[in-house]
């Protein structure tokens, strides 16, 4: 059903809406992203997104698209490459580069701005949704 090769992406303007939502969801309300006149102070100049927000987008392509619905994180490694910013545009990319077995998947995972600079780079190791028997997907 998968193959090595086979990609999905999505891409989402990060908000301040974003950010503040995430800092209450998680209780990581560090200044350097909500706090205007602290972030100013920082080597960035300005407030930036979490980085565990912006690897959620990584999150919503497996879960969404590749592999898509039913499927299972086993493990995913992250590297933060780059700070983003409120208004940047970020495209989370999969992209499957070994079927270890029926049952696992090992995927290339990418976070990159509208100047295509990478700010997230991993891998994941994914249970792909079970096929549909009966009209009814088991998982």
Do not use: W
């Amino acid at each position: 059903m998968f193959k090595v090769g086979d990609s999905a992406e999505m891409t989402k303007v990060i908000t301040e809406e974003d950010i503040f939502l995430f800092a209450g969801i998680t209780g990581d309300r560090n200044p350097m992203h909500i706090s205007k006149e602290f972030a100013a102070k920082t080597r960035f100049g300005e407030r930036i997104a979490h980085g565990i927000l912006t690897a959620g987008l990584i999150s919503a392509v497996i879960g969404m698209k590749l592999p898509g619905p039913g499927c299972l994180y086993v493990s995913q490694t992250l590297n933060f490459l780059g700070p983003v910013k409120i208004g940047d545009e970020i495209t989370a990319r999969a992209e499957v580069v070994e079927m270890i077995s029926e049952k696992r998947m090992r995927l290339r995972t990418q976070c990159y701005n509208q100047r295509k600079e990478t700010v997230i780079d991993g891998e994941a190791v994914i249970v792909p949704p079970r096929p549909e028997r009966g009209g009814r997907r088991e998982n």
